[in-house]
Antibody, heavy 115, light 109 residues
Framework: QVQLQESGPGLVKPSETLSLTCTLS????????WNWIRQPAGRGLEWIGR???????FYNPSLKSRLIMSLDASKNQVSLKLNSVTAADTAVYYC?????????WGQGTLVTVSA | EIVLTQSPGTLSLSPGERATLSCRAS???????LMWYQQKPGQAPRLLIY???SRATGIPDRFSGSGSGTDFTLTISRLEPEDFAVYYC??????????FGPGTKVDVK
C-alpha cells in the first residue's frame, strides 16, 4: 500500500529557506510523478509544482523563481525547497502522486513562517 | 491559463438529500483532465472522480461526475453524514499544470 509522509521544520524565519521531504513507503519513487500542494489555513489548494522520475520539473509560474525540487531514489524521497519565504508561505504542505489526477496524498505538514 | 469557478460556495443540505456541485472552466477543457476531490477538516484531499466521470478506487456509487467542455458537475445522490465536507474540482493542463477551483462546502442544514 502506497503511503506518503511529509517531514520538515514546522517553523521557518522570514527570508530563509523552507525545506520539506516526502518519503514513500510501499512503492518505488521512480514509479510516480511527484507533486507538492499547499493550503493556507481556511483557504483553498495551490499546486506548487512537480518532479518527474527523470528529475525534470514543472513549477507553478508564480513560485518558479523560488523553487527547487529534487528526488533521491536511494532514500525513496522527494524534496522541496522554497527560498526567501514570507508570512504568505505559511500553509499546510502536501506531497501527492499523479499526473492528471492526484491519487495518493500525504497527511500534510504545517509550516509557519514567523520570526 | 484555465480558471475554475465553483458554485455554490456553500451548499446547506440534510442527510439523504441530493447534492449538485458545479465547476465551470474559463475555456473548454478535455474531460480527461477534470477531477473532483473531497476534503474533510484536518485531512488531505481525497480523489473522488477522475476524467470527469470515473470514480476513483473505493469511492461509493452515490458519487457521480458529469459534464464536458466548460461545465462539469459532481452529484452526490443521497448525502450520508460522512459526505459533509469541502469539494474541489481540479484541472491539469500541459502549460499551466494543476489548477484547483476555490471549493464548495457542503454543510448540514
Amino acid at each position: 500500500q502506497v503511503q506518503l509522509q511529509e517531514s520538515g521544520p514546522g517553523l521557518v524565519k522570514p527570508s530563509e529557506t523552507l525545506s520539506l521531504t516526502c518519503t514513500l513507503s510501499g512503492g518505488s519513487i521512480i514509479s510516480f510523478y511527484w507533486n507538492w500542494i499547499r493550503q493556507p489555513a481556511g483557504r483553498g489548494l495551490e499546486w506548487i509544482g512537480r518532479i518527474y522520475p527523470s528529475g525534470n520539473t514543472f513549477y507553478n509560474p508564480s513560485l518558479k523563481s523560488r523553487l527547487i525540487m529534487s528526488l533521491d531514489a536511494s532514500k525513496n524521497q522527494v524534496s522541496l525547497k522554497l527560498n526567501s519565504v514570507t508570512a504568505a508561505d505559511t500553509a499546510v504542505y502536501y506531497c501527492a502522486t499523479g499526473d492528471h489526477d492526484l491519487d495518493h496524498w500525504g497527511q500534510g505538514t504545517l509550516v509557519t513562517v514567523s520570526a | 491559463e484555465i480558471v475554475l469557478t465553483q458554485s455554490p460556495g456553500t451548499l446547506s443540505l440534510s442527510p439523504g438529500e441530493r447534492a449538485t456541485l458545479s465547476c465551470r472552466a474559463s475555456q473548454s477543457v478535455s474531460s480527461d483532465s477534470l477531477m473532483w476531490y473531497q476534503q474533510k477538516p484536518g485531512q488531505a484531499p481525497r480523489l473522488l472522480i477522475y476524467g470527469a466521470t470515473s470514480r476513483a478506487t473505493g469511492i461509493p456509487d452515490r458519487f457521480s461526475g458529469s459534464g464536458s467542455g466548460t461545465d462539469f458537475t459532481l452529484t452526490i445522490s443521497r448525502l450520508e453524514p460522512e459526505d459533509f465536507a469541502v469539494y474541489y474540482c481540479q484541472h491539469y493542463g500541459t502549460s499551466a499544470g494543476v489548477t484547483f477551483g476555490p471549493g464548495t462546502k457542503v454543510d448540514v442544514k
